[in-house]
């Protein structure tokens, strides 16, 4: 039997344990609270983990471009959301074709990508749209009630769309601020007489506070299938609940108090998400990770009670976990240190 211990670094490792919890447990929540949940696959991009957990009890996946939903098409899965602003004739017409294979979903913030999605969709086949509002999170979405209906207006006077409600992403422990939103939007459709069967609300760090939101009929998560650094800061999880982690190598130890591992921005990412640091390192808790270049982690040592010595190998639990799926082409998992197999990440690289 290999072990992860043989494997060359740097490289990502998946506790299959681990992860199979942290799949049950956040399934388990939603389906106790009775809503729908649409895990987002682009922190694995890995078709046989989206099925797993299709099979624990989710409903459809959730993917960010085309491409992405390609692949998950070819694989089998037949209800996609993509939640990102589609423009382009050839991401149109990809669209298109995709939406006569699969129940697809798609989402819109402004009347130019309603009206190119319009100028693409035809009544015999007609695209489901859900309006982007902007909750808190200050990215894309429409900043108002009025302007979501004003959309959804847009929408409905389009043979080829269907409005099928309304979506956001916010920024954590921001549920009053969404369900503001939702609730006061509803309220205008209503009036305006359009129907609003989907209200899709987001996020892993905080989705253990979904019932906080009661007007959303789904919620859309994906970094909880491994955790990360930053769901630990936000409460979402214990150290002990994140399945990915990144085995690095000692390269060299230049002072007493500076390391250089392995593992460079070709592998952890510049991505801090907040943080001073790049990653925690599990065997040394003091140590900070404080510069990458391409292939080098330099490591700050000055506050570790012990210090590593070349050639030792530790663990790194990143920062965020899915800008590390996307670095590497194959994903290795494991029970207790024992490989258990290796998965290609299928939509890696895929980013239009």
């Not at 099979?55 to 996946?61: E, F, N, Q, S, T």
């Not at 509002?133 to 409905?156: H, M």
């Not at 080829?160 to 369900?179: D, Q, R, S, W």
């Not at 080098?296 to 000055?302: I, N």
């Amino acid at each position: 039997m290999t072990r992860i211990d043989d494997l060359m670094t740097p490289v990502p490792v998946v506790d299959e344990e681990v992860m199979a919890a942290n799949i049950a447990r956040v399934q388990e929540f939603f389906d106790g609270l009775g809503r729908n949940f649409r895990p987002h696959i682009k922190t694995h991009k890995i078709p046989e983990l989206a099925e797993a957990q299709l099979v624990a009890g989710a409903r459809g996946i959730n993917c960010q471009k085309v491409t992405e939903a390609e692949v998950f098409a070819d694989a089998g899965f037949d209800d996609i959301l993509i939640t990102y602003n589609i423009l382009g004739a050839e991401k149109l017409a990809r669209l298109a074709a995709l939406n006569a294979r699969v129940r697809l979903t798609v989402v819109a913030d402004n009347a130019t990508v309603v009206d190119g999605l319009a100028d693409a969709f035809h009544p015999d086949r007609p695209l489901r749209i859900l309006v982007e509002c902007e909750t808190g999170a200050r990215r894309n979405g429409v900043q108002t009630p009025e302007a979501a209906v004003e959309l959804a207006r847009r929408i409905t006077a389009a043979p080829g769309l269907i409005f099928e409600g309304l979506m956001t992403y916010p920024k954590p422990h921001g549920e009053a601020a969404v369900e503001a939103f939702f609730s006061e939007t509803m309220a205008l459709l209503d009036a305006a007489g359009l129907a609003c069967p989907v209200r899709s609300h987001a996020g892993s760090p905080s989705l253990f506070n979904a019932a906080d939101v009661p007007s959303a009929t789904e919620h859309r998560a994906g970094t909880y299938i491994y955790n990360d650094r930053k769901m630990v800061r936000e409460g979402h999880c214990r150290i002990e609940d994140c399945a990915m982690h990144i085995l690095a190598t000692v390269v060299s130890c230049p002072t007493p108090d500076r390391c250089v591992l392995d593992s460079g921005s070709k592998t952890l990412t510049s991505d801090l998400s907040g943080f001073a640091d790049h990653g925690l390192i599990v065997e040394h808790p003091g140590a900070r990770i404080v510069s990458l270049s391409e292939e080098h982690g330099v490591v700050d040592l000055s506050d570790c009670a012990s210090r590593p010595a070349v050639g030792d190998r530790v663990r790194i639990i990143p920062n965020h976990t899915c800008v590390v799926s996307n670095m590497f082409d194959r994903m290795v998992f494991h029970r207790q240190g024992t490989i258990t197999r290796t998965l290609p990440v299928r939509a890696r690289g895929l980013v239009w």
